[in-house]
């Protein structure tokens, strides 16, 4: 595991106490595999923190471990701690989505912000950050960034409400810098976005979502509230989540008058 102590995820601190398990009853990854029901490669995304282990996983694994139950424990204080805890193992199942579904209510998704437009989104959310804290939120929020610029980035599909770009954000200079980094974002040949106007009533969620889908079709939800953030791997959840998102996506502006709104926007936040 390359994350120790205190900056150790819950998804990896799971993997490791698996590994440690697996390894104190002289097991190998296919060997588990092979008890619990899975290949060697679930087990082995498991024990890397790369894979959000499943209710019967954590059963089964405590039924071959003998570890009585430990596994459904910490799988259970997984499943109900929130973010920031979340949102580390989240951002490592990004970077490896081929599909990447986005809905933004108020503000702009972090995968197109600026590094001035972050910085006023999180200093809203904590008056009290320290500006260190903040640079290093900051920070993170732009690393995410990088997939949009790989070899074989995923598809990226974003809905914005028009709340989200009508919100001023740390005022119109900064508005101004991040409508038009989302023009130049929205032109990749991989990405589309589009507004759910105003005039489309209300949207399908009121919540921010993001859905992932990996290379092996497995479906991953991270919904974000003000009680934190939580991410699902449940097909019911991510079902719903899916339609819903079809909905928002159907009753949004086309991706073509999207572009000439958001072009609009950088001329009204300039002027």
Known sequence: MSATGEDMSDLEYFGEEVMRARLA??????????????????????????????????AKCDLVLGTDGMFVRLRRRLLERGHPSWFVPFTQLERTAVEILDYAPSVITGIFQTAEYARAVFESYDPAASREDISALVKNRLQRQ?????????????????????TVVGGPRVMCEQMTKLTEVAARPMVNVQVHPFRAGAPASVEPMILLQQPDGSRLLFGDTALG?????????????????????????GVRDTMRLIEQLVKEYSS
């Open 25 to 58: 009853r002289k097991l190998t990854q296919s060997q588990l595999g092979t008890g619990v029901g899975c290949s060697q490669g679930h087990v082995s995304r498991v024990e890397a923190g790369r894979k959000i282990p499943s209710e019967e996983f954590a």
């Open 146 to 166: 990088a997939i949009l610029f790989k070899d074989r980035p995923p598809r990226l599909w974003v809905v914005l409400h028009e709340a989200a770009l009508r």
């Open 229 to 253: 953030g939580q991410m699902s791997e449940d097909e019911a959840r991510g079902e719903f989540a899916r339609q819903a998102y079809d909905r928002m996506r159907a009753e949004s502006m």
